[in-house]
């Protein structure tokens, strides 16, 4: 079923013409489930001016969203008195019925509508009012966890959003002093409106998300900006539309695309392109583990046992790795268990509190490139997996493993459990959710393995679900902007682990101390499963 909003562009603080146009076009037109409200709510007036007693205001009848100031001055608007103390960062209800959104998010609606939103504008620090890049790649992660998103609202224009149009509208060129920082975030996100706003009312010709014929198809971005509530010049400020959520659409309309969609308007940019490589270049291991409170002699594993000299004579890597066992750069403290060819650690940062890692010993890029006289080792992975599966079967979980072999040195299995009953339409989602991703993936016939239809060398995505006797794989491109926390986006689904808040590993991070002693409890609880002991 369709959903049908409003939104307004700057209001300044003219309450009483932007909610009574609201209401009038809600009583007339209506219902109308949602008002967004981007750009400067307040201007100059104050929360007082909007609930005081002696307000002539009256509310919209519709549910109205908010985003932040855009300067310091803007602050005290949102504050009830001089000294409350709000959450500028989260949100929070201003009077009912009005919703300050925060100052990055996403807003899942009960109707099923993913609303990304950034407040203020583009600065090196952030704060109440301004955003930085760290805030972008923030949201980036928290609106890639799930399904396409619907509609993202800034406050602030994305930069070159007018290239590639055939004719550019009067006034719209001097006013495009847009952010990069916005534009990548419309570039990754690829929501299906974005809204802001601007002096002129000004709606872009549709532009495609997608390489014809390198890529499968996305969803179009309609770009809308309205101008200021009441201006002077009677352009548009207020626009109504309807718009049916992603998720309860089928594929064939969401990728629609109309006869007049232009090329993306950020692709090929230098600070689009040269942001994809930088930050997956410069990315370390997204994983850590640390050492126990055991003995330093790194001839010896955290038992006492002495360790063979095939461990480390092998595949040296030509600088320090985060992952080989016998490199000073490891942090041994997340360590569970040490076999003889591979170990398991608990994540940093993990989706869930048991998100493990087994990584081979000695150092190796891929379970591709293990060798015949290292067979050992891969069948001492399926160990590990085996009592993963068994230790987690008792708390009706099952285990889900997957490997990136690309942009990363060193081979890591993660493995994350999640609810059994999870797992009734799993291959299908996690299937769908790659495809629109524009990286589908491809089940592996269950009488094969990945070596049978990947040679060594190649980059690959793959995930493996032993319960279900699932095997999917995708074969990474270099250059097509293959997203880093694939495996992490796809399972914090919501229909999965609904943990599109710990989609980055720094963002959930324990503490040392904390994370010894998660480490600790674990080692207890699996002790009776491990195959090492």
Known sequence: MAVRLLVVGDVNGNFNQCFDRVNNVNRKSGPFDILLCVGNFFGEKSFQDLTSSESDVTLPSVPTYILGPLNESQIASYKKSEDSIVDFETGFDLVDGITFLGKKGVLNTASGLKIAYLSGNYGEKSNEYTFNDEDVKHLILRGKSSTFVDILITSQWPKDITRHLPVCPPGVQEIESGSEFISKLAFTLKPRYHISTSAVYFERHPYRNHKIIQESARPVTRFISLADVGNKKKAKWVYAFN???????????????????????????????????????????????????RGTNDDFDFRGKRRGKHQYENQKPKDPCWFCLASPEVEKHLIV?????????????????????????????????????????????????EALNNYFATKDEVVVYFERNFRSSHLQIQAVPIPKERTNFLKDLLIELSEERGHPLTEIEEDKQLKDV???????????????KAKLYLKIHPGNGFPLQLGRELLAHPNILSAGDRIDWKQCALNKDAATQVTQQFRKRFESFDFTL
């Open 243 to 293: 718009m049916t959520p992603s998720n309860k659409m089928n594929r064939s309309e969401l990728i629609q695309q109309p006869t007049d969609t232009t090329e993306c308007p950020y692709l090929g940019l230098d600070y689009i392109e040269v942001d994809e490589t930088v930050s997956a270049a410069n990315e370390k291991p997204n994983q850590y583990f640390y050492d126990m409170k």
């Open 454 to 468: 990947l040679n060594a060398g190649i980059p690959y995505f793959y995930v493996e679900v032993p319960s279900i």
């Open 337 to 385: 268990s040490i076999g003889d060819y591979s170990y398991l650690a608990m994540a940093k940062g993990g989706l869930v509190d048991d998100h493990l890692l087994i990584i081979p010993i000695t150092h190796i890029r891929s379970v591709l490139e293990v060798g015949a006289s290292d067979e050992n080792v891969v069948k001492e992975f399926e160990k590990f997996k």
